[in-house]
């Protein structure tokens, strides 16, 4: 298993940036394809962006295509969610995702595919 901690959220004007980091521990980080994902009280969690191992490649909602952009550090076990050009609507609570996989990111859309969650963190976009 392992345990993930979000952190870097909070309370930014619309169209301003936040950065997202999650770090990780307990386990080999390199091993999973990690993930975003976003969720309102009493909705279904979201898919927000994925990214696989190694290689680098990412898939994103479209919503996050072009404004959101995922990237990970395997030796500083941490995967960051960069989000420009906030909107209104992007207000909610972001969560980090880890799954044990070989696979590439863009298999990885559906949340339950994915074994440990973090504890989320809110973003609150203002207008």
């Known amino acids: 298993q392992v345990q993930l901690v979000e952190s870097g959220g909070g309370l930014v004007q619309a169209g301003g940036s936040l950065r997202l980091s999650c770090a990780a521990s307990g386990d080999t980080f390199s091993r999973y394809v990690m993930g975003w994902f976003r969720q309102a009280p009493g909705k279904e969690r979201e898919f927000v962006a994925a990214i696989s191992r190694s290689d680098g490649s990412t898939y994103y909602a479209d919503s996050a295509k072009g404004r959101f952009t995922i990237s990970r550090d395997n030796a500083k076990n941490t995967v960051t969610l960069q989000m420009n050009n906030l909107k209104p609507e992007a207000t909610d609570v972001y969560y980090c995702?880890?799954?044990?996989?070989?696979?590439?990111?863009?298999?990885?859309?559906?949340?339950?595919?994915?074994?440990?969650w973090g504890q989320g963190t809110q973003v609150t976009v203002s207008s």
């Open positions: 995702a880890a799954a044990k996989s070989y696979y590439s990111a863009r298999y990885y859309y559906t949340d339950t595919d994915y074994d440990s």
